[in-house]
């Protein structure tokens, strides 16, 4: 039996035509991957500001009213180019298709401030030698009007109604505190790797951001997170990389959130570069803690290719073994591990035979002091400094502080007559033992001795200067054979000297040698401990701050409670009684 294949069957069948994309979709589109935020304006107004020579950033944030304005005191743009700089692809950055493989410039597309005139009201003021204008374009990004202005030398660009029409858009965003949080984190992003700028954020019209000019890429890191100091890092610095490194030991994060890559001057996703910091630093790391690690390297143009996203923040990089090698080396170096620091079963027991006819036979137990919480505070032979030793003017203290509790293993609560204390231990600690270091800086033989290697010049003088004995010990090899006492029993002695030998005076010296020994914040200490820290520190000289100006303690006085309780309104007339 044949089937009747034309029951059921349709007339026609319906084709769809494949035809081009009118410019206004294309435009649209593309628009729509370069601006995808409010994020997103700020960055790219500021890098365009970063490569008109600017050294002050002003941005101004209404996120509700979806407005923001970016001032910069960079070259200006002429009235010839106000004309024209809104349209589609329109750029002074590059001119050819050799240009692309020289990018030396943030901003190269030409599509930011089209993409913003697509999107927003948009008007630009500029200034040059005295000569000012106002522009402004419609969405197509064409100029409907042109007035003089007067303004500073510079340019404004006022971003208005942002995605008024793309509804979608708007109701897609996040909250604005979450908008906020990616503008606080693009202009970090750009400042941390531009610390000779001044970068200056408003919200709402009350400043919310501020990084003034630094001259060194630590300053400005210290700006953006300012619970570190100069000694929780290294840097290293030459003609191709620049590293920031938190010493692991020292400082650390919760989050990955600050392993951050730059090239040329854009923070940019690399994840093999930070899966091999992550690798090199993994054994030196607390558990569930990330390194803060930053990365600059100076990349020839003609080996980078930034054309792989809207946001340049991807980007394909020649060579990128030996430059992860670079890193490597770098931080291998900054933790001064590769060259001078001997370490193995087999080295230990050659330092061990060679010491013998050097008369230090006996061997070195280990101890590490700061991990021990009854070694540097319950120790009844730490020397103390006395009331007769600590002038009168320095007892602006309490001297009966009780000890409530310990918060977050970092702060001590202590109770007075007079109100609460907050203590933080490790600085607490450095106080104390900084004060006892000076007053009997003691050096002490070592047994076996430490042996380092590649020592210079500099750094030989410097150990002898604050009174180390320190011998040749075989090519390129010196052996120190003593030490500050503080130092003795520590399982990290060898890192500790090659700190000290880095540079800086004896009082340095002194101030390293009592941040290192110190308790760390983490560590939990038992009621009798914080009663002894307590006391040592009250003993003091200078209880008022660490050996690096920081301060040790919160004061929240009575009088300040009962305020704030209102512990003064009369009985009755509180609960409203007449």
Not at 362 to 368: G, K
Not at 398 to 408: D, E, H, T, Y
Not at 436 to 441: E, H, N, V
């Amino acid at each position: 039996m044949t089937a009747d294949m034309t029951t059921d069957q349709p007339n026609s069948i319906e084709i769809n035509t494949i035809c081009p994309l009118s410019l206004d979709i294309i435009h649209r589109m593309a628009a729509g991957e370069v601006i995808d935020s409010a994020a997103a304006v700020v960055r790219e107004l500021v890098e365009n500001a970063i490569d008109a020579k600017a050294t002050r950033i002003v941005v101004y944030l209404w996120l509700e009213q979806w407005k923001i304005h970016v001032m910069d005191n960079g070259c200006g743009i002429d009235v010839e180019n106000l004309t024209t700089i809104a349209r589609p692809h329109t750029t002074n950055k590059i001119s050819n298709q050799s240009d692309l493989s020289n990018i030396t410039t943030l901003g190269f597309r030409g599509e930011a401030i089209h993409s913003i005139a697509q999107f927003s009201k948009l008007e630009i003021l500029s200034c040059i030698l005295d000569s000012g204008w106002c522009a402004q374009y419609n969405n197509d990004g064409e100029l409907i009007k042109l007035e003089e202005a007067a303004i500073a030398p510079g340019t404004i660009i006022r971003v208005t109604d942002l995605f008024k029409n793309w509804e979608t858009r708007r109701t897609g965003s996040c909250s604005i505190k979450q908008q906020l949080k990616q503008i606080q984190t693009c202009i970090q992003s750009i400042a941390v790797v531009h610390p000779e700028l001044t970068f200056q954020v408003f919200q709402d019209d009350r400043e919310w951001l501020m990084f003034g000019q630094t001259k060194q890429w630590i300053q400005r890191l210290l700006q953006i997170l300012p619970t570190g100091n100069l000694n929780d890092f290294s840097t290293i610095q030459t003609d191709k990389i620049k590293l920031i490194l938190g010493l692991p030991d020292r400082i650390s994060r919760r989050s990955p959130d600050w392993i951050k890559i730059a090239v040329n001057g854009r923070i940019v996703q690399l994840p093999t570069v930070i899966q091999t910091i992550m690798a090199t630093l993994r054994k030196m790391l607390p558990r569930d803690r990330y390194p803060i690690v930053l990365v600059h390297l100076q990349v020839p143009p003609a080996q980078v290719d930034w054309n792989r996203d809207p946001a340049k923040s991807s980007l394909y990089l020649q060579e990128l073994d030996d430059w992860q090698s670079l890193i490597t080396q770098s931080i291998q170096q900054a933790l001064q591990l590769s060259d001078q620091l001997l370490s193995g079963t087999r080295t230990t027991n050659f330092l061990r035979a060679a010491e013998q006819s050097a008369g230090y036979g006996r061997s070195r137990s280990i101890d590490h002091a700061t991990d021990n919480a009854d070694n540097p505070i319950d120790n009844p032979d730490s020397p103390i400094v006395t009331d007769s030793q600590r002038p009168n003017s320095a007892r602006s203290l309490p001297s009966s502080l009780k000890a409530i509790a310990q918060v977050r293993n970092t702060y001590i609560l202590a109770e007075h007559v007079s109100g609460m204390y907050l203590i933080e231990q490790h600085i607490a600690h450095e106080r104390v033992l900084y004060e006892q270091i000076c007053d009997r800086w003691n050096i002490v033989p070592i047994e076996p001795s430490i042996v380092l290697s590649k020592l210079s010049t500099r750094q030989l003088e410097q150990l002898e200067g604050i009174g180390l004995l320190v011998d040749e010990f075989g090519d390129g090899l010196w052996a120190i054979r003593t030490i500050p006492e503080p130092l003795l029993h520590r399982e990290d002695c060898a890192e500790a000297l090659l700190e000290l030998s880095l540079g800086g005076d004896l009082q340095t010296a002194q101030v390293a040698i009592a941040c290192r020994t110190a308790i760390r914040n983490g560590t939990p200490l038992s009621s009798s401990e914080q009663r002894r820290l307590l006391e040592q520190w009250q003993q003091t000289r200078n209880p008022h701050t660490c050996p690096h100006g920081r301060p040790i303690y919160l004061v929240l006085q009575e009088t300040a409670l009962a305020q704030f309780f209102r512990r003064s309104w009369v009985i009755g007339k509180s609960h409203g009684i007449e």
